[in-house]
């Protein structure tokens, strides 16, 4: 007899990014500040993700575009791949994503991509300690996920990979 397999999310929602703690607005404030520099002249949508590490430092990165459109980078690697390539000794608190656009109001929490859900849960595993995911639009409602595993259920995570 087949059977049914369930996933659900859990994710907190704040009316804005007022009622976050010092250290999360913060974090915000960061990923805002970098979007400003994101390189996309192609689909003006301007990402910016900002990291928490343990020791308390932030790092950020932006989403960088290329004419041949496959070759750009999302904010949330740009930042991750950073963090692992400048801190590899520390572990990553928390990744904040936000975005805003030319054409129009990003007035909802924006949500990684795939991919970058998939690299961000490599780092979790790597460090073996949750990474929280702050999700924010330039307005409107805040979501936060304890852990990237969070907002992927079900991820690819072939741990026989690892075996020499
Ligand atoms: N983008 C990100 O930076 N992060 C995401 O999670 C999704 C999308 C970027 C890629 C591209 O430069 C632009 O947003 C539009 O897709």
Redesign the pocket.
Known sequence: MAKKLKHSIELTVYSNVDELSPEDKELVIKAKEVSKK?Y?P??Q???G?AIRLDSNEMVEG????NMAYPS???????AIYYANSHHSDKKIDTIA?T?FAKKFDVNHP????GA?RQSMAEYELKQNQPIRLIMTGESGEVYIAESIETVLPFMFNEIELKKE
């Open positions: 994101a996309a192609y689909s949508f301007y990402v993700a932006s989403n960088q575009e750009g980078m999302c904010a949330e690697r740009v994503v975005a924006v949500s990684p991509c970058c």
